[in-house]
Nanobody
Framework: QVQLVESGGGLVQAGGSLRLSCAAS????????MGWFRQAPGKEREFVSA????????YVVTSVKGRFTISRDNAKNTVYLQMNSLKPEDTAVYYC???????????????????WGQGTQVTVSS
């Protein structure tokens, strides 16, 4: 079992930055492929970014490319999402997710992940 806890959300003005953290506990290792998703009110949960277990391969959705960066520190069992140049349309609950997988394929579907955090609210004001 893996437990995930997100932190770092909050209220920020457009153009500002936030760094989300996802602390993992339990049977954690570099064999877990990690992802960030977000869900705005009335919308489906959407893929934001993912990172392989080693941290060498990352994926990011086009709408945040150049603004968001995913990274991980396996020694600390933590995954990060650095969000810069935030826009009002980035407002959502952000979720961290884990998939027991040591490869580097692209997994944008929420159904591919077996473990989820409780989410952290990000609100960007205009």
């Amino acid at each position: 079992q893996v437990q995930l806890v997100e932190s770092g959300g909050g209220l920020v003005q457009a153009g500002g930055s936030l760094r989300l953290s996802c602390a993992a506990s339990g049977r954690t290792s570099s064999s877990y492929y990690m992802g960030w998703f977000r869900q705005a009110p009335g919308k489906e949960r959407e893929f934001v970014s993912a990172i392989s277990g080693s941290g060498r391969i990352t994926y990011v959705v086009t709408s945040v490319k150049g603004r968001f960066t995913i990274s991980r520190d396996n020694a600390k069992n933590t995954v990060y999402l650095q969000m810069n140049s935030l826009k009002p349309e980035d407002t959502a609950v952000y979720y961290c997710a884990a998939r027991y997988y040591s490869g580097t394929d692209y997994y944008p579907s929420p159904r591919a992940y077996g473990y989820w955090g409780q989410g952290t609210q990000v609100t960007v004001s205009s």
